[in-house]
Structure formats: structure tokens, C-alpha cells
């Protein structure tokens, strides 16, 4: 997470104004126009919420802590020593959003309302997901009430309120969708249906992550996958929510490429030994696309294997296996500026086939004309498919092989998916620390025996917002990343 204090100042809306009131026409700075419209922070808002979020699943915390990657130095997000982080930059993109929709309001633009929803409701949960309880409720009132040190909410009241607010702009863009500027719309090229599609889906992802501890979680998930027309959902991958990279600067390019990662840097990240046996194992096709060959094998001390995933949390992870041309980096098809397959993801199809599989499995959701095994499978035939070795899945028996078969358990369910959430947000990480699987290992050098559960508060909390966070303390627990946060307890 990119910031530099407190989030809340809303000294980051964008809403200009000029004074022209008894002055020549002449006087009036068309630069400086006294109202914008929606349209042009809605753009912002899309851009900055994907690009952000696919850059955190890359090649921060949440890649090297769900075991996509292995960092070869500087390697203490997988050792656990970890410090607090900042959380400006959500708190800044929501704020465009508010501002957006203050503008739509004014505007009489009801539409980009309900988009700026889902879009806020995607960064607040994500927000919530990372550090538990946060300001949310008196957050972004700097301007208008002058509160610069807000309460901090209940991630259970946060949860709540996402919830409804997400079914709430389903239901608007259902009657008034009309009015997305397509060239503004950098997601969904003005189409309604998509983004409720994405609210839907979006709220099966919340529901489930919270299910263990909120009653009504599957009723409600049951509700959505009974009616398609009022709550349509993803179906296919040509609903994913996905922003095309330009590459044409740092800021619009895959992280991974040449504008973001030097080669130097390039060379801390190797493929992790549990993502790259994970693969082997299953004779999996992804694995050629995802993750380079070593060098050689040739001097291997401990795999003499083509592909080698290095284990985490190691002394001298450098030397594993004879050095670093015996390890394997990732593919060079994470090395691009951009390409077809290299999106900004804020929500995929797969993912929702193993949210009603792992709903199904349970016995408390029933989804229409499908089972458990039939959406486990659809989960993986859709990864297959977006990484373009569906054909050559079903030529090599992938699906019918020991591991891959479906057997009924959760274990098996949640590996898949794992798999198929490779570098999407902190997906692999949140189902790790709800369900245990897959069964990640520490490490030798780890600073603590288990996983960490959550980030740390920013450290100027205590000093801007003393008060608060204190009282936060009282209710959340310690500001620990061990400290369970509400849905995991």
C-alpha cells in the first residue's frame, strides 16, 4: 500500500471551483471550470481501484504471503516481519468515488451513483479485509464536518452495510442504468448489466467470506442464484471485471514489465515451491505459461527437476538448489508492459465457480441445473480457458487425473482455486487464513510459528487519531497481525 498519513483528509477531492460572480466573461478560467462532471473521475476511479489492486497482488504482501512467489532478498513479507501499513491510497480512491458521485448528483446523473457504489464497496471491503475494523461510517468528512479523526467501525457493521449497499445498486442500475458514458466506462464500455453482474458476484464473495459467523450468509447467496434476471451474476469469462493495460508509462503498465520491474528487481522474485509443486504434481499446463524452466539442472544440489519453486523463509534462499540458475523466476509472460493476457482483475468467472461450489458443498445453497463437482469443474475449465490450454487440458486427461478428480472436499475445492486466483488480489491469502488451505508452511526463518491475519494499523494512527484508535483497540483487540478480525473468529 503506496500513502503517507491519514487517508481521511478529503484534501484529495478533486472538485475544483472558480469565483466568477461580477466579473467580465473574459475573466472566467475555463481551466478552473466551477462544476466537472462524472464522467471524467469515473475513468479515475475505475483506473486507479484496478490498477492499484492488481499491482498489491503482484509483487506485495498478498503475492509472497498466498505463496505465488518467493523473494530471494529483501524477503520480509514472507517471513512475517512485518511492520504496519499505510491505507491512504484506498482511503484516496474512495474519496475520487465520493467526489464522482457528488458530481452525479448534481448533475442529475443517478447511474454513476450506483457505479461509484459498487466501486466503493470494492475498495472498503477490501480495505476491511486487510485491517478488520476501520473508519468507514465518519471517514471522508474532513470538508464537510471538519472530522479529521474518525471512529473506527465494526468490520461485522461494515460488512452489513456493503452488503446492502451492493443489492441496493443492482437494483438501481436494474430499473435506471441507462446514462454510462461508454468512453469513460473503462470496465464495461457503458453496459448496466455488467456492472450488476459485478455487484452480485461481488456479494457472493463477501457472503461467503463471512459465512462462519453471519447467520443469514447462504439464504442470502441462495437468493442470488435463484433469480438470474433481478441478481445476474458472472457466467463466463467474458464477464470478468478487467482493465486493459496501455502500457504506455509506469502507471498504465503490468507491474511486472519492463516500466515497473527492472530486471534486477525481477531477480528477488522467484516462482515459490509450493505454487511450482502444486503444478508438477498435476501435470498442471498452466505451469509452462506461468512459470520459467531453471537455467540449468546441471549443478542442482536438491531438484533436478526442469522446474524448481523455491521454499520460503529460507537463510539464504540465493543459494537453494546450487544458486539461481537452478530456481525458477516467473514466466516471461509476467514480463510485459502489456499483452492480452495481462489484465487488471477486480473479479473473475472462476472465482465465482468455486464460490457456489464451496457454497454447494456445504448443503446450504442449491445452484440451479449444477452440483458441487459440476462448478468445481467449471472453475477449472475457465482458468484453463483464460490462460489458452483448455484444449490441451482435456488432451492430457487433467481433469480425470488422481488430484484433479473431484473428490468432495474443500481441501481439493479451495487448491483449485488457489490456482485460478493466481495474482488476484489477496484471494489466495483470505481463503488460506479461513479454511487452512491449501496447507502453506512457515518456513525455518519465519518470525512467528503461524500465518499473519491481518495488517497492522498505520503507525501515525496513535499520533493523528489517538482517541479513536484507541477505542478501536478496546473493541478489535491488539493492533496485532495476529488479531482474528470479526468473520474469522
Not at 140 to 158: H, R
Not at 241 to 255: C, N
Not at 278 to 301: I, K, M, Y
Request: hydrophobic letters at 40%; one cysteine or more; charged letters at 20%.
Amino acid at each position: 500500500m503506496k500513502v503517507y498519513s491519514i487517508l481521511y483528509l478529503a484534501l484529495v477531492a478533486t472538485v475544483f471551483t472558480s469565483c466568477t460572480k461580477d466579473f467580465q466573461a473574459i475573466n472566467t478560467n475555463n481551466n478552473s471550470p466551477s462544476t466537472t462532471r462524472p464522467v471524467y473521475h469515473f475513468t479515475e476511479a475505475i483506473t486507479k481501484t484496478a490498477y492499484a489492486y492488481q499491482e498489491n497482488a503482484f509483487d506485495r504482501r498478498p503475492a509472497a504471503v498466498g505463496r505465488y512467489i518467493t523473494l530471494v532478498r529483501n524477503n520480509d513479507y514472507e517471513t512475517f516481519r512485518w511492520t504496519a501499513v499505510d491505507w491512504d491510497d484506498i482511503y484516496q480512491r474512495a474519496m475520487i468515488i465520493k467526489t464522482m458521485q457528488q458530481e452525479a448528483t448534481a448533475n442529475t446523473q443517478p447511474v454513476y451513483v450506483a457505479t461509484g457504489n459498487i466501486l466503493l464497496a470494492f475498495n472498503i471491503s477490501y480495505l476491511t479485509d486487510l485491517w478488520g475494523d476501520v473508519p468507514y461510517s465518519q471517514a471522508l468528512q474532513s470538508v464537510t464536518t471538519g472530522n479529521i479523526k474518525p471512529a473506527y467501525d465494526k468490520q461485522q457493521d461494515i460488512y452489513m452495510s456493503l452488503l446492502q449497499i451492493l443489492k441496493d445498486a443492482n437494483a438501481q442500475l436494474r430499473t435506471g442504468g441507462s446514462g454510462i458514458d461508454a468512453s469513460a466506462d473503462a470496465l464495461y464500455a457503458g453496459n448496466a448489466l455488467q456492472w450488476r453482474k459485478l455487484a452480485n458476484s461481488l456479494r457472493l464473495r463477501l457472503l461467503l467470506r463471512c459465512s462462519k459467523v453471519y447467520a443469514n450468509a447462504f439464504t442470502e447467496m441462495q437468493e442470488i442464484v435463484n433469480n438470474a434476471d433481478q441478481y445476474p451474476i458472472f457466467t463466463s469469462n467474458t464477464d470478468n471485471a478487467e482493465v486493459i493495460y496501455q502500457g504506455v508509462k509506469q502507471d498504465d503498465s503490468w507491474p511486472g514489465g519492463p516500466k515497473n520491474m527492472i530486471d534486477a528487481d525481477f531477480t528477488k522474485t522467484k516462482a515459490s515451491k509450493e505454487l511450482v509443486d502444486a503444478l508438477v504434481q498435476r501435470n498442471d499446463p498452466r505451469l509452462a505459461v506461468w512459470v520459467a524452466p531453471v537455467a540449468s539442472t546441471t549443478g542442482s544440489t536438491v531438484d533436478h527437476n526442469q522446474y524448481v519453486g523455491v521454499p520460503h523463509a529460507l537463510a539464504n534462499p540465493a543459494d537453494y538448489n546450487g544458486g539461481e540458475s537452478h530456481q525458477s523466476v516467473l514466466s516471461s509472460f509476467f514480463r510485459q508492459d502489456k499483452a492480452s493476457g495481462l489484465k487488471a482483475s477486480l473479479m473473475i468467472y472462476p472465482e465465482i465457480c468455486f464460490i457456489l461450489a464451496e457454497a454447494a458443498q456445504t448443503g446450504k445453497v442449491t445452484v440451479p441445473s449444477k452440483t458441487a463437482a459440476s462448478l468445481y469443474r467449471d472453475g477449472i475449465e475457465a482458468s484453463m480457458d483464460y490462460y489458452g490450454v483448455k484444449t490441451q487440458a482435456v488432451s492430457q486427461a487433467y481433469y480425470d487425473s488422481p488430484l484433479v478428480k473431484y473428490d468432495g472436499t474443500q481441501k481439493q475445492l479451495i487448491i483449485q482455486k488457489w490456482l485460478a486466483m493466481l495474482f488476484r488480489g489477496s484471494e489466495g491469502w483470505f481463503d488460506f487464513r479461513r479454511t487452512g488451505y491449501p496447507q502453506f508452511v512457515t518456513g525455518p526463518m519465519a518470525f512467528q510459528p503461524t500465518f499473519p491475519v491481518r495488517y497492522g494499523w498505520p503507525t501515525a494512527e496513535p499520533n493523528v487519531n489517538f482517541n479513536s484508535y484507541q477505542a478501536a483497540i478496546s473493541v478489535f483487540g491488539p493492533d496485532d497481525i495476529n488479531t482474528k478480525m470479526w468473520y474469522l473468529k
